[in-house]
C-alpha cells in the first residue's frame, strides 16, 4: 500500500537516496531541502510528489512547512530526517562558525522538525519517526568533537521520543550509518568497509519496514561500536580512532 512520506534532506546523500526509492516503489513523498536545483533531480511518478527548498537552521518556519507538507499529502505516515553536515576541522582547529551549523543542522534542524512530526503523529495514535544519526555520536573522537557531539545528541533525542510515543502506537527509528560513500565523506582517507548511498538506503528501508528500531548500517558496525564503548576513557584517548 502506498504511504505519505517526509523526507528532510533529499537533495544528496543517503536522504537523496532513500527519496529516490520511495518514490520509485510508488509513494507520495514531500521532499524538503536546501538544493532546490539538486530536489528536481529525483524522478517523477504518476503519484503527486512535493518538493520544496527549506533551510533546516530556519526553525520558525518549520511547524508551518510541516502542516502544508501534511495538507497536500493528504495525512502523513512516516517522515525522515536525513539532513546533516560535517565540516572538516583541522587537528589543532575550534571553529565556532563550523561547529555552531553541525549543531543547527544536525541537532536543532532535526528536533524542529521531528517535535512537530510527533505532535502530529501522538494525536493520529500512529506513525514512523526515522532519524539518520551515526556511528560517530557513539563515542568523543578527538577529529571531530562537535560533529559527534551533534549525533551524540540526535541519538539521545530519538531514544527519548521512542520511550515517550511508544505508548502511543508510534515507532521511532535510529539510524546508524557507518562509512557511506556521499559528498561529506569524498576525500577522506581510510574508509573502511565503504558502501554507497543507494545501497545504505535499501538496508534502511528494509530494516524499517521490518520494524526495526536500531541499528547500524551495515550491520557489522554494531560489533566495532561495542568494541569501541567498551574501552576505558583513558586508553580511547591515546587511539587514533
Not at 532513500?18 to 529525483?42: D, M, N, P, T, Y
Not at 577529529?143 to 545528541?153: D, E, H, L, T
Not at 521512542?162 to 508510534?170: D, F, H, M, Q, S
Amino acid at each position: 500500500m502506498a504511504k505519505k512520506i517526509i523526507v528532510v534532506g533529499a537533495s544528496s546523500g543517503i536522504g537523496k537516496e532513500i527519496a529516490s526509492q520511495l518514490i520509485e516503489e510508488g509513494h507520495q513523498v514531500a521532499a524538503f531541502a536546501r538544493r532546490e536545483k539538486e530536489l528536481k533531480k529525483l524522478p517523477s511518478s504518476k503519484v503527486k510528489n512535493l518538493f520544496v527548498k527549506h533551510d533546516v537552521t530556519e526553525y520558525s518556519k518549520v511547524p508551518g512547512e510541516f502542516a502544508k507538507a501534511v495538507k497536500a499529502l493528504g495525512g502523513l505516515d512516516e517522515i525522515y530526517y536525513a539532513s546533516g553536515v560535517m565540516h572538516r576541522v583541522g587537528a589543532e582547529e575550534f571553529s565556532v562558525e563550523k561547529d555552531l551549523e553541525m549543531l543547527e543542522v544536525n541537532l536543532l534542524g532535526c528536533v524542529a522538525w521531528l517535535n512537530s512530526a510527533a505532535t502530529y503523529f501522538q494525536e493520529k495514535k500512529a506513525g514512523k519517526i526515522i532519524g539518520i544519526s551515526s556511528i560517530a555520536g557513539d563515542r568523543g573522537r578527538r577529529g571531530n568533537p562537535v560533529y559527534n557531539a551533534s549525533k551524540a545528541g540526535m541519538s539521545t533525542y530519538l531514544e527519548a521520543l521512542r520511550n515517550r510515543l511508544a505508548v502511543k502506537g508510534i515507532q521511532v527509528v535510529t539510524v546508524k550509518p557507518g562509512m557511506i560513500e556521499t559528498p561529506m565523506t569524498e576525500g577522506l582517507s581510510g574508509l573502511m568497509w565503504l558502501i554507497t548511498a543507494k545501497e545504505a538506503a535499501q538496508v534502511i528501508l528494509a530494516k524499517v519496514n521490518a520494524g526495526k528500531e536500531n541499528f547500524y548500517v551495515p550491520a557489522r558496525w554494531a560489533l566495532v561500536s561495542l568494541i569501541i564503548r567498551l574501552i576505558p576513557s583513558f586508553i580511547f584517548r591515546k587511539l587514533s580512532v
